[in-house]
């Protein structure tokens, strides 16, 4: 999984030109992670896959501490998804080309249907947990790095004699842009 998805950056920025936004996903990431001075933390995702049949308690376990969240019959994976975030209050990725809802968290995590409720969950796998805003930011990143790749790296431009001075500019960006990036600052 990446900080945003081609579709997200189309919908949002509506930039046309898949190859051009593919390619900078990538980079925008790394300049993301680069002006926050960390890596992003992983943990582990919680799938919910499959909606409830019947009412009952699930269990989650999150670092040895036990959560019972009563499920409703009838509650889609949606609904199930809310009913954990609700208790539980962490990260959660939405997928909604598919039904399933992935939570993501630091902690060790298990589950458990104590009531056969029907509601399936997959084992946890370890993934990317991105900061709160980040994706925002990063489609923000790549519409300005689209708009202003002709003119990258121009320094000053005169047209008497024309000339033009370069400077390298890739990754930077306004602080418009940026200013949402929590920044870490490492003490050696």
Known sequence: MAITTLAKVKT??????DDLVEAL???V???YKSIRNKPFDTGQGLKVTSPATSAGYIEITIDEITHSIHISSGDNVFGVARKIYDKLK???NLDLNADEVIFLTPHQVSYEDTDDTGVEVDSPTVAVIYPPGSESTAIRMVAYRVANRVSEGVKSESLGD???TYEDTSGSYPKGITAGIKRYVSFK
């Open 162 to 164: 024309h000339s033009v």
């Open 90 to 92: 962490y990260e959660y």
């Open 12 to 17: 949002i920025t509506g930039i046309d030109n």
């Open 29 to 31: 990431e790394e300049d």
């Open 25 to 27: 996903i990538p980079l």
